[in-house]
């Protein structure tokens, strides 16, 4: 007579078992391949916290760039890429980066794209890219984050700055759940948001970006790091101070790295406050 509720218990308790073991395998085998790509910080900073959300690795992209090989790469579950935005695209040289890696294990991929205030209509240019590259596309990302432009205009102040980072925590956290559930990010593109991306983004690389047009005043005291954190390289030290090269990407993490405030944009920038520094010094 009693071992009907016994075995009702036991049921339940066994079922919750299984749940659980599920639950701590799928978590175990877990393993994400986050890249990223920064120029003042912004995206290293959300990248390393959704490393640690999700117990996943992190990758700097420039690294990869410059290492034998470092485009072969292997994953068990959808990489993640997150990136700035440039003219409401991924920086171009993610974009080649994509192009000609290999993707082995799992082809699955999500974008999340900091941005200053919008990525415009980059996720439809993000889903092209993987119907291009036969890539299963998972969605863009927009995270909002201080703004760097100063070319254009008066980027976020210290204030700003902290008040946008300091939500990323919990945004990163509602990233890596999705993440974790394998769903798609979920978000609104459309065709003529894809055309003004690609074709704004081509005619920013064309125009806007200008190496030649970084100056250096005599504020500048040779301490080398606007070379040391060109992702491209592009910035040698002559005669002890800093010479532009022609691969840009117009990042600007020289124009907001120099302690001095030596370095200018044309007239652009002259008087403009720099990019928000981290508070460990950092921008990337
Ligand atoms: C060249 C350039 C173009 C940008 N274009 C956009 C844009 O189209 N939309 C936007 O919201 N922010 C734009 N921004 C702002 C950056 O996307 C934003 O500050 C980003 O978080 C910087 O990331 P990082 O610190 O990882 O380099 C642009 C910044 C730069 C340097
Ligand atoms: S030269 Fe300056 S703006 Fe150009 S890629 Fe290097 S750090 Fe970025
Ligand atoms: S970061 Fe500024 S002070 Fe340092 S070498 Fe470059 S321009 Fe000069």
New binding site residues.
């Given amino acids: 007579m009693n071992s009907s509720p016994i075995t009702f218990r036991g049921c339940y308790a066994t079922g919750f078992m299984v749940y659980w073991v599920r639950i701590q395998l799928r978590k175990r085998n877990y393993h994400n391949m986050i890249l990223?790509?920064?120029?003042?910080?912004?995206?290293?900073?959300?990248a390393s916290l959704l490393g640690k959300s999700l117990d996943d690795k992190v990758f700097s992209l420039t690294s990869l760039i410059n290492t034998p090989d470092g485009d072969k790469l292997v994953s068990e579950t959808p990489y993640i890429f997150v990136?700035?935005?440039?003219?409401?695209?991924i920086p171009s040289v993610v974009e080649d980066f994509i192009m000609r890696a290999s993707f082995g294990g799992n082809n699955g991929i999500y974008f999340v794209?900091?941005?200053?205030?919008?990525?415009?209509g980059a996720g439809a240019a993000n889903r092209a890219l993987c119907k291009k590259k036969k890539l299963r596309y998972m969605g863009t990302y927009t995270?909002?984050?201080?703004?760097?432009?100063l070319?254009m205009y008066e980027?976020s102040d210290r204030e700003e700055s902290e008040r946008r980072l300091s939500v990323f925590p919990e945004k990163i956290s509602g990233i890596a759940d999705t993440v974790r559930s394998g769903a798609a990010f979920s978000e609104k593109s459309s065709l003529l948001g894809r055309q003004i991306s690609t074709a704004?983004s081509r005619l920013?690389n064309k125009f806007?970006?200008n190496p030649g047009k970084f100056t250096v005043n005599n504020a500048c005291v040779s301490c080398g790091l606007c070379a040391g954190n060109c992702p491209l390289h592009n910035i040698d030290i002559v005669d002890r101070a800093p010479k532009w090269g022609n691969d840009c990407i117009?990042?600007?993490?020289c124009i907001c790295v120099c302690p001095k405030s030596a370095i200018e944009y044309g007239k652009s920038t002259k008087g403009r406050r720099r990019?928000y520094v981290f508070p460990d010094g950092t921008?990337?």
């Fill in positions: 990223y790509f920064s120029g003042t910080g912004n995206s290293r900073y959300a990136v700035p935005t440039y003219c409401y695209h794209m900091t941005c200053g205030a919008g990525v415009g995270l909002v984050a201080p703004d760097n432009y070319v980027p704004g920013f806007l970006v117009h990042c600007l993490s990019h921008l990337k």
